[in-house]
């Protein structure tokens, strides 16, 4: 009896060293692939076909961490997720999940999401599987942390097309992310949003058909950065989509508090805030006058002073906006000391080159008005700064393409002669020809700007182009040059290009007309003083 039972106790000694066994094996695999360096090593090693049995293990601690252990190896590595996909053990893990505790529902969750994160294709291939039936139930689930990796998994799926995001939302997702939002548990809030924010991205539509925009901006009163900042990224999704969705975010009463977010003290969140502006003001000019007449010109200009954060390329392109919708609004961001900021950012030798490209863009919608836009422009010499910036061979293409536009812009309006001077001795052709274009308006009636154009050497530099005729160039030169005497015109004439080498040929063919008395024929009265000296 007692050799009997010795037996059984080591056989059971046994089952119980194996089970541990498995325990360390899947915990320590689990370990060591939180850290990316370690995937190729254990992928080599075979890890995926020792995971794939544990997956359905007996023992529930087992199964739990061999699926987080897998999860953690696909979330680092595309290709481990494509064998996961084609070795079967993500359909093996959604067989399981409704057969488990909560902790494995977690974990399965958490595998869908790291495999649907790649790319479309990885995410495709979950739904294919028929993941998104059992992923949405869990939306309903009691469990917090299965509600939270549920939002997670559904927003990665739906991220990645436009496709995707609709299957996610026929599939009923977003009625369920809207009350996981409502929940007091802020980590599912900030899920839930981020969610939100994933699938507004394609389908804002169906959001503010789900009833999300009141909640959303409710939401804005919640303290919490990381809940804000998505928040204001889903309602500015979904502003961005149409000009009818943005009127409806703003009658949801995001407005207020966008403006109001844009002096947070969380970076984040001031760019997030400065985006939904930019999203509302770029569609219409009665979004734009609203955003105007609410006091949102300020907080913009504010943001453009930002040393580092992001929200300068936002707010620079919100005021750009606003102001290409009408001169009225123009001159608006000129009297909120937008230009200067603007300047600012233009001469910042460590800006980015998207915030370059976002000021000069700006400037040139509000130069391209009126001359009086323009000389708002002008005066502040950012004209000067735009042509470094085009002519820098260090410039991008983004930079130089977005500041000859602005100079363009800018030039076709500006009638103030002394910022137009340095340009017609720096600007390459292209840019040239816009300066002349100027002069020949101002010349014909300004006397005084004549005078100055001769004496500050503006007249010779004329001259000194080299232009082919018929173009628009050697035009707008004929017209400057009718504006002047023809024997100043014909003084400062002999700096054109070849004009001394064709004085010299003219030179060379000129036919001399000498005077008759020194020709073979005297004049009439040499001859009668000759004929009174041989009469005597």
């Known amino acids: 009896m007692s050799h009997s039972m010795s037996s059984s106790r080591n056989i059971q000694l046994v089952f119980e060293t ?8 899947v915990q320590t695999m689990a370990e060591l692939a939180t ?41 680092h590595d595309e290709g481990v997720a494509r064998q996961l996909l084609n070795g079967g053990m993500v359909t093996i893990t959604l067989e399981n999940l409704n057969k488990y505790n909560i902790y494995y529902k977690r974990s399965a969750l958490y595998l869908m999401r790291a495999v649907a994160k790649h790319n479309e294709e990885l995410a495709g291939a979950i739904v ?40 996610v939302v026929d599939a009923g997702t977003l009625p369920l992310l809207v009350l996981a939002f409502q929940e007091p548990e802020m980590s599912l809030k900030q ?34 950065p990381k809940l804000k900042r998505s928040t204001l990224c889903a309602l500015g999704a979904v502003a961005g989509a149409r000009s009818e969705l943005a009127e409806a975010v703003v009658a949801g009463g995001a407005l207020p508090p966008a403006l109001l977010h844009a002096g947070h003290d969380s970076a984040p969140v001031r760019r997030a805030a400065a985006c939904l502006l930019r999203d509302i003001v770029k569609h219409s000019v009665d979004l734009a006058q609203l955003v105007v007449n609410t006091g949102g010109c300020g907080p913009l200009v504010e943001l453009l002073s930002e040393p580092a954060g992001g929200a300068r390329v936002p707010s620079c392109m919100a005021l750009g906006f606003i102001a290409g919708q009408s001169d009225q609004l123009a001159m608006a961001v000129i009297e909120a000391k937008a ?12 800006a980015e ?18 001359p009086q836009h323009s000389l708002a422009i002008a005066v502040a010499n950012t004209l000067p700064r735009l042509l470094q910036l085009y002519t820098n061979p260090k410039s991008s293409g983004e930079v130089r393409a977005r500041t000859s536009c602005a100079l363009k812009q800018s030039l076709q309006c500006c009638l103030h002669r002394p910022a137009l001077e340095p340009l017609l001795h720096a ?27 001769v004496t500050t050497g503006a007249l010779k ?20 040059n009718s504006c002047f005497p023809e024997e100043i015109v014909s003084f400062f004439r002999y700096y054109t290009p070849g004009y001394s080498d064709t004085l010299l040929d003219r030179v060379e063919a000129y036919t001399p007309q000498i005077p008759e008395l020194f020709t073979d024929r005297l004049p009439s009265d040499c001859q009668s003083e000759l004929t009174i000296e041989n009469g005597n």
């Open 18 to 25: 194996y089970q541990k066994a498995r325990l360390v094996f």
């Open 35 to 75: 850290r990316a360096t370690n995937v190729k090593c254990l992928e080599s090693a075979g890890v995926l076909e020792l995971l794939r049995p544990l997956l359905s293990d007996t023992c529930s601690t087992v199964r739990q961490c061999a699926v987080v252990a897998a999860a953690r190896l696909c979330e």
């Open 128 to 167: 294919r599987l028929g993941a998104l039936e059992h992923i949405v139930s869990c939306l309903e689930d009691f469990d917090t942390q299965v509600k939270e990796n549920a939002a997670w998994a559904l927003g990665y799926i739906g991220k990645h097309s436009e496709s995707l995001a609709g299957l």
């Open 191 to 224: 899920i839930s949003a981020g969610a939100l924010v994933d699938l507004a991205q394609h389908k804002p539509e169906a959001v503010v058909d789900a009833g999300a925009i009141c909640h959303l901006v409710r939401g804005l009163e919640n303290q919490d």
């Open 339 to 350: 230009i200067p900021a603007l300047v600012e950012i233009l001469q910042n030798m460590e």
């Open 353 to 370: 080159d998207a915030e370059l490209c976002a000021a000069a863009w700006t400037i040139g919608h509000i130069s391209k008005h009126s």
């Open 427 to 453: 600007a390459p052709a292209c840019i040239l020809k816009y300066v002349l274009a100027q002069y020949a308006k101002i010349l014909p009636n300004d006397a005084r700007a004549r005078r100055l154009f």
């Open 461 to 480: 530099r004329v001259q000194e182009i080299d232009t082919v005729p018929g173009t628009a160039l050697k035009e707008y030169i004929n017209i400057i």
